[in-house]
């Protein structure tokens, strides 16, 4: 069964309670409820909504309509429905509508908790809202407009109940072409009852498609579901946004909730998360999928968070993004590893992992790196190098009064002036150093079979610090390749 | 004890049934150690890390600060790596982690080998943002991150004061040692300046203790022969012998 969620996204009472509208510049787009009482209805021009408020002795307050502004505000509540179902899809061209999945809550309530829960979320937002539950979105959408006993604001329409509670709606709830509807009205077909007891054929023959997709929603046969028609497992969540995205952000904003909810259900099963599988609905494209593994199961959604945003961040967008689904693909039974809060050395290692993801994606995959020593040749830049696995090399550790070196990667050349063989002023980057100690030559050569090079090295100490140039004695050339700091 | 929600249960063990909502607020890991701290008596803890060399442990009053930003400015050659190379050794014979963001990409891999040498996950992890200007960036997630009790930042622009606050604030909820290193134009050769940030500011002058640069070929069966070059080419004073 599915259920609709309507609230109107400005939010206040009082803003119900004037006469107002929001508008694109030509038509009206969006109306208070006292505006809607005095025959302003979406769709309408400035002029003739201005007219039929001014009509009833009121004025009418016309605020612009900003899409961003509308998005923001939709993808938030998005992310919170998120938290109580598992398939939410805000509806398109209906800012304030959502459709939501709500099968499977049998062992949570029922329906009518979760309608309860719906209804206190929605509530925060506009003390109006409605909600309903029903076999078919048209149905949901219809008992969220009608009025009930008690101004009742949740209203869950029984299995197989849909075509009776259509009987009595009137037709301006059942989506269709507005000259259809004008159609239909000045035949007198004023509900959709009267509508879905037409012969089939008959509304085909006048009217055509559109007829028949009229005819088959006052009958409560709609097709329209959320991104999926059905939970393919337990263990996943499903997100569709109001509107195409090209930018990641509000999908990595919905993305924290649906990970919480699933992390939240697997630990109530008892199990961490090994891999999950990110689906990236595009519109107009296939669908585009990211297994996200981890080298240890986690069952917390902050590093899991991490982890995803990474590889959601290393994925070039081809098309928009029309939805996100999160499947489980690997889960296993919660280890009894224990932290210990109270040892100031104890490392979360997954933390570890999910933030090493992320550098990884922002920065490149030679951005997080250990040093590891290797055995290339007697130069500085072969005896060891940066890499991002273990080393297998042990070496001897610099004594404490050893200097570390800072070495340019590549060397930059310098003139160097000599005076009896040994550097005496050197000149780099404009700025002349005046050597007020040479320390070398240390000469290192390379077999001249693999790497012909022949250099002879020298510690220069200079007002400035120490700097470590060397003579290419093969091309003449001097250059400095780093400094004792 | 009688007032506190970890009533011992026999055997003396504690139950937390969920600890981001202990004491029913969301709680941050280092606020949360304090109050079990309050609680289980042998949970005695000192207040920072100690790095086990007596300069520094003297410039930073004992112990490297825990939830500070700690700064050690100098000029290029007076000694600033090593200090912190030294202070990396400290950290990481205490079973540490320590993230280094070498935002100039120059340090030397070989004078840090032998802090990384473990297959595990244990010591020294360095992070080399190819643009400087990420460096900020990647101190705030490390920090962020709460899996690395020390973070130095290494070059790099200067950071705004208000990206400064901003990380200050992440270290003291993360329990971290922030450390930022970079280069000052001013300054003597002869030591670094060493800076706590905090409420109660102190800043120490450390003393260089180099004493020689390390021989470049470190290749055991390569001998050193420094100077040998030099005294080949060198006129001999006393003209040549036999």
Known sequence: ?485 | MTNSPLAPLPGGLYVVPDVRFFFGVIMSLAELRQELAQVIPSSAQPDGVAIGWAPLDHALGGTLPRGLITEITGPAGSGRTTLLRRLVEGAIQQELLVAYIDAERTLNPRDWAHLARRADDDGLWVIRPPDPARAAWCSELLLRSGAFPIVILDGGPVLPHAITVRLASIAREHDASLIVSRTSDSGSLRGVTVAVRGRTPRTVEVEREIVVARRLCAHPEVPDRRGVERRRHAPSRYGRVG
């Open chain 1, 1 to 485: 069964m599915w259920s609709a969620d309507v609230t109107h996204l400005p939010g206040t009472d009082a803003w119900d309670d004037a006469h107002r509208a929001l508008s694109d510049g030509a038509r009206v787009r969006m109306v208070s409820s006292a505006a809607r009482l005095a025959g302003v209805t979406p769709g309408m021009t400035l002029n003739a909504a201005r007219a039929a408020v001014e009509a009833a002795s009121a004025t009418l307050d016309v605020l612009p309509w900003d899409d961003r502004v509308i998005a923001r505000a939709v993808t938030m509540v998005t992310g919170q429905l998120v938290d109580l179902s598992p398939q939410v899809t805000a509806a398109t061209g209906a800012p304030g509508v959502w459709w939501i999945g709500a099968s499977g809550f049998e062992k949570l309530g029922g329906e009518r908790a979760l309608l309860r829960r719906l209804l206190a979320l929605a509530q925060k937002y506009h003390p109006r809202s409605r909600v309903a539950s029903a076999d078919t979105c048209i149905a949901a959408h219809v008992a969220t407009m009608l009025r009930w006993p008690n101004n009742r604001s949740a209203h869950l329409v029984p299995p197989g109940g849909s075509m009776r509670l259509l009987r009595r709606a009137p037709l301006t709830l059942i989506p269709m072409d507005e000259e259809l509807r004008a159609a239909l009205s000045a035949l007198g077909i004023v509900t959709a009852g009267a509508l879905a007891a037409l012969p089939a054929g008959e509304v085909e023959r006048r009217w055509g498609d559109d007829g028949l997709r009229a005819w088959h929603l006052a009958r409560g046969e709609d097709d329209r579901r959320p991104v999926l028609a059905a939970i393919a497992a337990a263990a996943a969540v499903t997100v569709e946004l109001p509107d195409p995205v090209t930018t990641l952000e509000p999908v990595l904003f919905l993305l924290t909730p649906a990970l919480e909810r699933l992390v939240r259900d697997s630990a109530l099963k008892g199990e961490a998360i090994a891999a999950v599988v990110l689906t990236l609905v595009l519109d107009r494209a296939a669908p585009h999928e990211l297994l996200v593994a981890l080298a240890r199961p986690v069952a917390r959604a902050a590093p899991l968070f991490d982890q995803c945003r990474a590889a959601l961040e290393a994925c070039a967008l081809t098309a928009p993004v029309r939805a996100l689904a999160i499947t489980v693909r690997e889960a296993v039974p919660l280890s009894d590893e224990q932290g210990d809060l109270l040892r100031p050395t104890w490392k979360d290692p997954t933390a570890m992992e999910g933030v090493f993801a992320r550098l990884r994606a922002g920065l490149g995959v030679e951005a997080v790196v250990r040093p590891l020593l290797v055995d290339r040749g007697h130069r500085i830049e072969d005896r060891a190098i940066w890499a991002d696995r273990p080393a297998s090399m042990e070496g001897a550790a610099p004594s404490a009064t050893e200097a570390s070196t800072r070495l340019l990667t590549p060397p930059m050349p310098v003139a160097v002036r000599r005076r009896h063989g040994k550097p005496a002023a050197i000149r780099w980057e404009g700025r002349r150093w005046v050597v007020t100690r040479a320390t070398g030559p240390e000469h290192l050569a390379g077999a001249w079979w693999d790497q012909p090079y022949d250099r002879e090295y020298w510690y220069c100490d200079t007002p400035r610090g120490s700097l470590l140039i060397y003579h290419a004695r093969g091309t003449g050339r001097w250059w400095v390749e780093g400094w004792n700091d």
